[in-house]
């Protein structure tokens, strides 16, 4: 019988054991998905920059064409 107890405590031990294992899982891939989605973000960010960086220059462009040096 101490030889089952025994046993029926270390499989506890284990499951509360695989079950913080289990949370702190879940907890690092909501982590990895919140970055996920601040690293879109901030891209999309960065190509409308781009974009509008892109149209400054070809206007800025168009502006000092007229100009000879």
Known sequence: MDHIAAMTSQIATASEQQSAVAEEINSNINTINMMTRDTSTAVERISG??????????????ITSHFRV
């Open 49 to 62: 920059s781009s974009e509008e960086l892109s149209t400054l220059a070809t206007q800025l462009e168009d």
